[in-house]
């Protein structure tokens, strides 16, 4: 796993950065930092952590996430299993879309959604689709050009009022260099390992501490319980193989971590407000 926080830099010369990213595949990369980051994903299914949110997305997902809230993308599947996964990455800093706003009252429009994007913001089908040719031009286009329509592409989120915040609670990065370790430690086991058994007593091994110390830092530094995490992991890969496939629905709970399928539909309908099944025929009837 990557350290936790992550150090992005703007090249001399440019007000924000773009990175063109193609993979084999996303692993999972739990990391925070203080810039705004913009993210559209392409030729991609996985799920995608937002804070405390866990979901599935495909192709053409399109994320706003604001300063400091921990993120991270883990793919499943190519669309295409011939071409690789790919993400445009757009990073800009407070102060830049700051300025802007502050001496250009016609951007005002930023400022709501810059503030909702503590929480994280996914944005309408149509707006993705509006933004996403345009986000493609300006990975070849002169940085003149790029970085009007980087503003263009802002203002035309901000205009999204389809768009949706993801994060119920705000996360807290935890304070030292040694307790963000320790956290790294705790969460890169449970992305591993949250299909099988989890146990409390393995948790407060791997982050040296006690059990009852484990659960007051846990939930200090993400605003959730370790079991409460652990759901969203095991729902979130459920929604993903449910949706990805027509596999028996006992078959999916155990591979998300459910040794009784009763239980894991009774989790699932909490979480979902639905059952399995119907979860799957909604997004099959929206094919």
Known sequence: MRPYYEKVTVPAGFSWDLFDRRLPEFPFNWHYHPEFELTLTLNSIGERFIGDHVASYGDGDMILVGPNLPHAWQSRAAADPARPHRALVIWFTA????????????????????????????????????????????????????????????????????????????????????????????????????????????????????????????????????????????????????????????????????RHPSYFTRQFRAAKGTTPLEFRRRFAARE
Not at 111 to 138: I, K, T
Not at 155 to 169: C, E, F, K, P
């Open 95 to 258: 102060e830049w879309v700051q300025g802007l706003i502050g001496h250009n009252p016609e951007l005002a429009p930023l400022g709501a959604m810059l503030a909702e994007s503590a929480r994280g913001l996914a944005f309408s089908d149509p707006a993705c689709s509006a933004a996403r040719s345009r986000l493609l031009a300006l990975v070849d286009a002169a940085p003149a050009m790029r970085w009007l329509g980087l503003l263009e592409v802002l203002l035309l989120l901000a205009n999204d009022a389809g768009r949706q915040t993801l994060a119920l609670q705000g996360f807290v990065t935890a304070a030292s260099v040694r307790d963000r370790e320790r956290l790294d430690r705790v969460l890169t086991y449970l992305h591993a390992y949250y299909g099988r058994p989890v146990r409390l007593a393995a948790l407060a091994g791997i982050a040296a501490m006690s059990e009852s110390q484990l659960q007051r830092f846990f939930k200090c530094c993400t605003r959730m319980s370790v079991s409460d995490y652990l759901l969203q992991l095991r729902i979130g890969r459920a929604c993903s193989l449910l949706l990805e496939s027509d596999r028996p629905v006992a078959l999916i709970a155990a591979e998300a971590g459910y």
